[in-house]
């Protein structure tokens, strides 16, 4: 990762870059600032400068040199990444090393990952992920050897208000009196919730929210947006990066239910069953998980669409291309059909799940669909 990669941030960068190019780097530094500013991506940008062999004039690593190739394939020797992780026993001495790979994809992934998504990637919304004193140790002995091919040992550690308190106690004297070239980079969220112990002893320097034409300049540069699009993401996201990019996958999601759900609609009210056969099957290569996800999202549309008809708008809950198609839709969607049509949707449902044959199943939901808008 090099600085370039981050948008904004300037003084920021200007800070870190002055720190190394003056050999000045504190032995304990915190990045503190609200979720969703890149200050991990910030952290990841600042250790490779620090090991690149070969910076650049305008002050940004090279990319290209070994160190910084390694950098970027998470597999730099003398870089250690710290966060926080869920036992999988009691008794396991857990390290996050055990988690290496999948913290790595979600990085790859998302250079603006955060707790949430790594929370998903776990498997588990409702852990409790923390920083367990077994990963002290572990840290204690990785930086107690020898640098292998840089002046600097270097410590990545995300969210170090996850840092039970024996871990912190261990920690604290390496943060004290550290080994000679050894580097804490911390990057935390919540910067209140850390152990005063360790926080006093950091060097700290503050990462602001970003402005919502950052994140929208940012959405437009990464993901292709219209400006209108990338406008109210970011509106929504609040400066959130991580934020936004959850936005847009939702929005692009159910643009492409939505296409499917006017087919269905207007193919069904013109009877036009060849053209529903082929839909059933465009439905069926969603695969069965999106399939399930479309369905869900059909009862959603309906609903909304019977809101509609009995002009009850405040309960509304349409963007604007669903409701320009609902406003001339939603006539049809009345009392007699709409338990009609949910019902259908969701023996549908059940049918994908239990492994039918989807095109059969969807070709079913468009025939029965046919006669319930006559309804
Ligand atoms: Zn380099």
């Not at 941030?9 to 050999?23: F, I, S, T, Y």
């Not at 710290?82 to 790979?101: G, H, N, Q, R």
């Not at 935390?188 to 602001?208: C, E, F, H, M, W």
């Amino acid at each position: 990762m090099k600085f370039s990669d981050i948008p904004g941030h300037e003084d920021v960068k200007r800070r870190l870059r002055d720190m190394a190019d003056k050999g000045r780097i504190p032995h304990a530094l915190l990045l503190e600032g609200p979720a969703g500013s890149g200050k991990f991506a910030l952290a990841r940008a600042f250790a490779q400068y620090i090991h690149c062999e070969d910076r650049t004039p305008d002050g940004d690593s090279c990319g290209r040199c070994p160190s910084c190739l390694q950098h970027e394939a998470f597999n730099q020797i003398d870089t250690y990444f710290s966060f926080p992780i869920v036992k999988k026993s009691s008794s396991s001495s857990a390290i996050s090393d055990d988690y290496m790979t999948d913290f790595r994809d979600l990085l790859t992934e998302n250079q603006f990952m955060d707790f949430e998504s790594w929370l998903l990637k776990l498997d588990n919304i409702n852990a409790q992920p923390l920083i367990y004193v077994s990963e002290a140790n572990e840290l204690l002995r990785k930086l107690s050897l020898t640098a292998h091919s840089s002046r600097y040992k270097i410590v990545l550690m995300w969210l170090p208000e996850r840092l039970k308190e024996d871990a912190a106690n261990k920690l604290l004297k390496l943060v004290e009196e550290p080994y000679a070239d050894t580097l804490f980079i911390m990057t935390s969220d919540n910067s209140r919730a850390i152990l005063p112990t360790i926080y006093s002893r950091t060097q700290r320097i503050g990462v602001k929210r970003y402005s919502d034409a950052e994140v929208a300049g940012y959405m437009a540069a990464r993901y292709g947006l219209d400006a209108d699009s990338a406008a109210r993401i970011s509106r929504l996201a609040a400066g959130n990066v991580s934020e936004a990019t959850k936005l847009i996958s939702l929005s692009k999601e159910s643009d492409e239910y939505l296409q499917l759900f006017m087919e269905l609609m207007r193919k069904a009210y013109t009877r036009d069953v060849a053209s529903l056969k082929a839909w059933a099957a465009d439905v069926a290569g969603l695969g069965r998980e999106r399939e399930i996800k479309f369905l869900e999202y059909c009862a959603r549309m309906v609903r909304e669409n019977f809101i509609l008809n009995i002009h009850t708008p405040d309960l509304n809950c349409l963007n604007n291309s669903e409701m320009a198609f609902s406003a001339r839709f939603s006539p049809f969607i009345n009392e007699r059909n709409v338990l009609k049509i949910f019902k259908t949707l969701n023996d549908a449902k059940a049918d994908i799940a239990a492994n039918a044959n989807a095109k059969l199943v969807n070709f079913d939901v468009a025939i029965k669909t046919i006669l319930l808008l006559k309804q």
